[in-house]
Nanobody, 121 residues
Framework: QVQLAESGGGLVQAGGSLRLSCAAS????????MGWFRQAPGQERQFVAA????????YDEASVKGRFTISRDNVGNTVYLQMNSLKPEDTAVYYC??????????????WGQGTQVTVSS
């Protein structure tokens, strides 16, 4: 059974940093991609960033450009999201996704339960 476990969320002041982790178990994703999405209260889930097995990355430039960095370990089972210069509008539940690559939810076959990130002003 494939499981994705997110960690690293929490409460931080504006301007602060958090590092999210997502550990996959049950299979490896070394030949595909992993990504992060987020869902703010009252809004639809939105793409944040993704990384392919080759190391190629894509970001939602409009919202996280220059502030967030996605990376993964060499095995391909853990993906990270380093979030710097956090803003109150970054407050959301952050979801890890795996088994695909791109900005659309339907491209990913596996999802984590989410981790809450709250940024206070």
């Amino acid at each position: 059974q494939v499981q994705l476990a997110e960690s690293g969320g929490g409460l931080v002041q504006a301007g602060g940093s958090l590092r999210l982790s997502c550990a996959a178990s049950g299979r490896t994703f070394s030949s595909t991609g992993m990504g992060w999405f987020r869902q703010a209260p009252g809004q639809e889930r939105q793409f944040v960033a993704a990384i392919f097995w080759s190391g190629s990355t894509i970001y939602d430039e409009a919202s996280v450009k220059g502030r967030f960095t996605i990376s993964r370990d060499n095995v391909g089972n853990t993906v990270y999201l380093q979030m710097n210069s956090l803003k109150p509008e970054d407050t959301a539940v952050y979801y890890c996704a795996a088994g695909g690559f791109g900005t659309l939810e339907r491209l990913y076959g596996y999802w984590g339960q989410g981790t809450q990130v709250t940024v206070s002003s």
